[in-house]
């Protein structure tokens, strides 16, 4: 089992930056790929960015070039830099891991204002 915990989310205007974090704790160890999922009012949960225990990464291309995440092994957590947010990047935004087995944290809402 893995339990997931994110923090940083919040209200920014556009243009602003928020960092969304992701503590993992349980079974760590078996974790291959973690990532970043939103979910916009009315819509369905899509990737924003992965990244796998090699370090190599992914992205929607909505968010390619404005977001970057990242794996502190260490700390057993993964961020979320999103810079030049926009409205449409209003969503609740959900850590996820992979062994492959997935795992959801509870989602932290970001809400970027025009």
């Known amino acids: 089992q893995v339990q997931l915990v994110e923090s940083g989310g919040g209200l920014v205007q556009a243009g602003g930056s928020l960092r969304l974090s992701c503590v993992a704790s349980?079974?760590?160890?078996?974790?291959?790929?973690m990532g970043w999922y939103r979910q916009a009012p009315g819509k369905q949960r899509e990737l924003v960015a992965v990244i796998n225990s090699g370090g190599s990464t992914n992205y929607a291309g909505s968010v390619k070039g404005r977001f970057t995440i990242s794996r502190e092994n260490a700390k057993n957590t993964v961020y979320l830099q999103m810079n030049s947010l926009k409205p449409e990047d209003t969503a609740v935004y959900y850590c996820s891991a992979f062994t492959p087995q997935s795992y959801w944290g509870q989602g932290t809402q970001v809400t970027v204002s025009s």
């Open positions: 349980g079974s760590i160890a078996s974790i291959n790929v």
